[in-house]
């Protein structure tokens, strides 16, 4: 079974976030439940990254399983131009009663990249459509967006955009609040081209794909306050921080914080099929309203609101429950007990945590490329666990239903790698002329 899924694999597929040249075998995954993945033979591996961040309530949770075939039986697709349906109003309506008040619109898209390039282009097309053009963007040192050109432009330059830098549209660069001052430049930068400052794009209170880096509140309140004063858009993505990642439902309801715009995807399936959403203000939506249909948002996917997608989201909201608070804070207090323990150890340069996001940064060289963040994560899936190192940095971001036991299972991997184990090698999937 195992066999022809791999050659297949290794003739016609190609992954993402791979170099084919030197990539071990990928696992084939015959099927998921709760917190575990489990091979084509059998083997269970902790699926301690919620599989790229996406899976909250668990695999295969039976709540949401069930609304997708439900949904699936009754109406698959329609256009969503000229057309509605009740999964995406009642999606709509559930996520504005759980937003920040004030975010009363939502647009669907297809995924995170999407939801940003969708905030982007609202922000920008509101100010060109009241006769007063603002074409800046601002975002962070650091930051991460999504793949797409938008977002890879709102996105630090880097390993992963480097090779498109000529066409990416320049932003104004902030420091990265975990480690500079943003609120000086944001200052300088008001000051100088205020009036040409569309949005500033963040990720809220902790920068992902960097390498987990927290930031604090307060900078967020600040940055709040002055694009505000400023007639500048703030813009949230939370395709990371969403539906209770840091803790309470949105990353912004932790600094009380309104954006102009809120992205959201990763999690609003609880994980289980794709869909992306931008969340923007009456104001916003406001601007878009007018005789003249040259001011209309023309932006649309294929799939745009799919009822499928859409009807898993409703079901996965519904699973946000006093109990599943309950379990979050759990997940949050044993992260901390454990990295108490890290902190302080050999080989640990520093640990960081929001919610139910851990991360320790090994001491070793930086950077995406790290040799010893592929060294972690191999050894770490031969002992059943599947951490994916950004970089020098480990991390765990699990399903909320995992336990005590299986997160200190991720612990003991560390520990242990920590002290020197390494694991046995495995073949590669690069030529196969040998
Ligand atoms: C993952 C991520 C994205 C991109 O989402 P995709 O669904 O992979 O396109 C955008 N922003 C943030 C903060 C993310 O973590």
């Given at each position: 079974m195992s066999d022809i899924i791999l050659q297949r694999d290794a003739q016609y597929v190609w992954h993402p976030y791979t170099q084919h040249h030197q990539a071990p075998f990928p696992i084939a995954v015959a099927r998921a439940q709760g917190s575990w993945l489990y091979d084509t033979n059998?083997?269970?591996?902790?699926?301690?990254?919620?599989?790229?961040?996406?899976?909250?309530?668990?695999?295969?949770?039976?709540?949401?399983?069930?609304?997708?075939?439900?949904?699936?039986?009754?109406?698959?697709?329609?256009?969503?131009?000229?057309?509605?349906?009740?999964?995406?109003?009642?999606?709509?309506?559930?996520?504005?009663?759980?937003?920040?008040?004030?975010?009363?619109?939502?647009?669907?898209?297809?995924?995170?990249?999407?939801?940003?390039?969708?905030?982007?282009?609202?922000?920008?097309?509101?100010?060109?459509?009241?006769?007063?053009?603002?074409?800046?963007?601002?975002?962070?040192?650091?930051?991460?967006?999504?793949?797409?050109?938008?977002?890879?432009?709102?996105?630090?330059?880097?390993?992963?955009?480097?090779?498109?830098?000529?066409?990416?549209?320049?932003?104004?660069?902030?420091?990265?609040?975990?480690?500079?001052?943003?609120?000086?430049?944001?200052?300088?930068?008001?000051?100088?081209?205020?009036?040409?400052?569309?949005?500033?794009?963040?990720e809220p209170l902790v920068l992902g794909a960097s390498g987990m880096r927290v930031w604090d509140e307060q900078v967020l309140?600040?940055?709040?306050?002055?694009?505000?004063?400023?007639?500048?858009?703030?813009?949230?993505?939370?395709?990371?921080?969403?539906?209770?990642?840091?803790?309470?439902?949105?990353?912004?309801?932790?600094?009380?914080?309104?954006?102009?715009?809120?992205?959201?995807?990763?999690?609003?399936?609880?994980?289980?099929?794709?869909?992306?959403?931008?969340a923007a203000t009456e104001e916003i939506f406001d601007a878009f309203r007018s005789d003249d249909r040259r001011k209309t948002f023309f932006h649309g996917h294929s799939y745009t609101a799919n009822p499928i997608a859409c009807a898993a989201a409703l079901a996965s909201l519904s699973l946000f429950t006093p109990a599943c608070h309950a379990e979050r804070t759990r997940i949050e207090q044993l992260h901390t007990e454990q990295l108490s323990v890290l902190r302080g150890t050999r080989g640990v340069k520093a640990v960081r945590q929001i919610g139910t996001v851990a991360a320790v940064e090994l001491d070793a060289p930086a950077g995406y490329l790290s040799d010893i963040g592929r060294e972690l994560a191999a050894f770490s899936l031969q002992q059943g666990v599947l951490i994916r190192p950004l970089g020098n940095v480990a991390y765990c971001l699990p399903p909320y239903c995992t336990t005590n036991d299986e997160l200190r299972l991720v612990y003991d991997v560390l520990q242990r790698f920590l002290q020197g184990e390494r694991a046995a090698p495995v073949p590669t999937g690069g030529p196969v002329d040998d």
């Open positions: 059998g083997r269970a591996i902790l699926d301690a990254i919620s599989s790229w961040w996406v899976t909250t309530h668990g695999h295969c949770h039976p709540t949401i399983v069930d609304a997708i075939a439900e949904q699936a039986r009754t109406l698959d697709q329609v256009i969503f131009a000229g057309f509605t349906h009740a999964p995406a109003t009642a999606l709509a309506a559930a996520l504005v009663a759980e937003l920040p008040q004030g975010l009363t619109r939502i647009f669907f898209s297809d995924d995170g990249s999407t939801a940003v390039e969708v905030a982007i282009k609202l922000s920008l097309q509101s100010f060109a459509n009241q006769g007063k053009p603002r074409t800046l963007i601002a975002a962070l040192e650091n930051a991460y967006h999504g793949d797409t050109f938008g977002a890879m432009a709102a996105g630090a330059r880097g390993v992963f955009t480097h090779m498109y830098e000529p066409l990416l549209f320049d932003v104004a660069r902030l420091p990265d609040p975990s480690e500079g001052d943003t609120l000086a430049a944001l200052d300088a930068l008001i000051a100088s081209r205020g009036h040409e400052l569309a949005a500033v794009i963040v309140r600040d940055i709040r306050e002055r694009t505000s004063a400023a007639g500048v858009h703030l813009i949230a993505d939370e395709v990371m921080t969403g539906f209770g990642r840091t803790g309470p439902m949105f990353a912004c309801d932790r600094a009380t914080v309104r954006p102009d715009l809120l992205c959201m995807s990763k999690g609003i399936t609880g994980g289980v099929l794709p869909l992306g959403a931008t």
